[in-house]
């Protein structure tokens, strides 16, 4: 098993571009979420999606869209970039109350 | 709301005991969780304590459990370089999703 896996693992973007993390698990998991980290703040929760066709709202959801077409992936979108994006993004997959985190992004937005 | 609460630095020599302290706000909570984060990776499930249990031991690490004071602690016994990471203490909220502490950076000096 790759358990969860995230691509790119580094991305710098220009105010106002648009780009999509990818995550995928191969775990068979029905819960999926994306969290961004930034120092001091811990991790906080933007989206997440119970299952396929099924998403929803975490702490932090404005300036990203998720979707959830199959099982395995869950893709951040981020429409317009903006400088307060810059962070670490991890995307967890969980089955029964444990999750599993994916290496992280590290996104730099100028 | 939820809240889990951690100081954010703890140093210590090669060899001592390390003891993480958080402390938290929901308790209904089932389990109580700590992750690990090395440097440049995603976080690792540590360990877990049920919330019915007071302490649980695993190798090196001990969780203590203070439902009374929602106080939650991991001590590492005899702490070596590659423990050098960051910790996070988390909690699901009533809706089942994690809510995670600051984390606490641990420094270990040789």
């Known amino acids: 098993n790759a358990g969860v896996t995230q691509t790119p693992k580094f991305q710098v973007l220009k105010t106002g571009q648009s780009m999509t993390l990818q995550c995928a698990q191969d775990?068979?998991?029905?819960?999926m979420s994306w969290y961004r980290q930034d120092p001091g703040m811990g991790l906080r929760l933007i989206h997440y999606s119970v299952g396929a066709g099924i998403t929803d709202q975490g702490e932090v959801p404005n300036g990203y869209n998720v979707s959830r077409s199959t099982t395995e992936d869950f893709p951040l979108r981020l429409l317009s970039a903006a400088p307060s994006q810059t962070s670490v993004y991890f995307c967890?997959?969980?089955?029964?109350?444990?999750?599993?985190f994916g290496p992280g992004t590290r996104l730099l937005v100028l | 709301g939820e809240d889990v609460e951690q100081s954010l630095f703890l140093s210590v020599r090669e060899g001592d005991s390390s003891v993480i302290n958080c402390t938290y706000t929901?308790?209904?909570?089932?389990?109580l969780y700590w992750y690990k984060q090395e440097p440049g990776a995603g976080l690792q499930l540590l360990t877990y304590i049920f919330s019915n249990m007071d302490m649980k031991q695993d190798q090196r690490l001990t969780v203590l459990l203070n439902k009374k004071d929602k106080h939650l602690s991991l001590r590492i016994a005899d702490t070596q370089t590659g423990d050098s990471a960051i910790y996070f203490c988390a909690e699901p909220n009533q809706g089942g999703k994690l809510i995670f502490g600051q984390g606490t950076e641990l420094s270990v000096k040789p």
């Open positions: 967890a997959s969980s089955y029964s109350e444990f999750q599993y």
């Open positions: 775990m068979n998991h029905e819960y």
């Open positions: 929901d308790s209904s909570s089932t389990y």
